[in-house]
């Protein structure tokens, strides 16, 4: 295997790995069973946190503070004892959709999706966060992913996973704010696997994880395909570099959807893994709010 595993709770929907190396701890979501997981890099238990609301990401805001991202908006989470308190509503008032995919860009905004809770076509958007202040990117976003950024904040990417294209576009590095109209940067039509979770790592290489493909892909800046990573689940969601120097690469799985029939065959489903390669990751930013 190129993988092994770093975590043996399954989840449901396993998403949004985010590492913070001041306490060298990945912290990640089982979004259906509205759980919180954390787990320290150099070992020990599972902790699980039962959020009440389904969330799929979280970023550091400071030493004391984070940022949770749940379906009814952004809640500013004590690092301390857990307590979550509203910061921003975001579709609250919508019981169908749920928060997704995000990525902090390089000033500190961030970008984050929203989805319908069962996918339905168009029910989704894309937004932009900072200071703040909140926009409506994207709209009629089926399925927002592989939000993501170059090193220096002047490239954006992101997918609608319905869609299975992969964009980058132009980006303020001062703001995070998109310029121009997005281009196409990976056609996966007709491919094994969908566009899921990505990041950037610092050489501007994303790594792309397959939802249905069971790997993780790494583009070059030009698109090109340089590298596959099998990894031992189909359903491959989302990756996040850890570790001192962020040389390792994590990734999540799920088992949403599967048959009884396929969850025997694909016995790792839903577990988080570390991959057994070493890459040249960087830390996420601390979002500013």
């Not at 900072?130 to 409506?136: A, Q, T």
């Not at 490239?155 to 590095?173: E, F, G, I, K």
């Not at 790494?218 to 989302?238: E, F, I, N």
Request: proline residues 5%; aromatic residues 8%; contains cysteine.
């Amino acid at each position: 295997m190129a993988a092994t595993i770093l975590s043996d709770e399954a989840c449901e929907l396993g998403e949004g790995p985010t590492y913070d190396p001041a306490t060298d701890t990945l912290y990640w979501f089982d979004i259906l069973n509205s759980r919180m997981l954390e787990k320290k890099l150099s070992g020990g238990q599972t902790r699980i946190h039962q959020l009440g609301e389904m969330a799929s990401a979280i970023a550091t805001i400071d030493g004391e503070r984070q940022l949770l991202l749940t379906e009814t908006g952004l809640h500013i989470r004590d690092s301390t004892t857990g307590k979550l308190t509203l910061h921003m509503s975001v579709e609250a008032a919508n019981a169908a959709t749920r928060s997704n995919d995000a990525r902090v860009h390089p000033c500190g905004a961030l970008w984050f999706g929203t989805m319908g809770k069962k996918a339905e076509a168009g029910a989704g958007a894309i937004y932009w966060y900072f200071r703040g202040e909140l926009r409506l990117l994207f709209p009629a976003i089926s399925i927002p992913n592989s939000i993501c950024f170059s090193p220096d904040g002047k490239t954006a990417y992101y997918t609608d996973t319905a869609v299975n294209l992969l964009y980058r576009l132009d980006c303020d590095a001062d703001t995070g704010l998109p310029l121009g109209e997005p281009k196409l940067f990976v056609d996966r039509r007709g491919g094994r696997g969908d566009i899921d979770g990505s990041v950037v790592d610092r050489d501007g290489v994303l790594w792309n994880a397959s939802w249905g493909g069971g790997r993780v892909d790494a583009y070059a800046p030009d698109g090109k395909l340089v590298r596959s990573v099998p990894v031992p689940a189909v359903q491959t969601s989302c990756p996040a570099f850890v570790g001192a120097e962020a040389d390792r690469m994590v990734v999540t799985s799920a088992a949403e959807g599967m048959s009884a029939k396929a969850r025997r065959a694909d016995p790792h489903a839903g577990k988080t893994f570390l991959l057994d390669i070493k890459v040249n990751g960087r830390h996420e930013p601390n979002v500013l709010i």
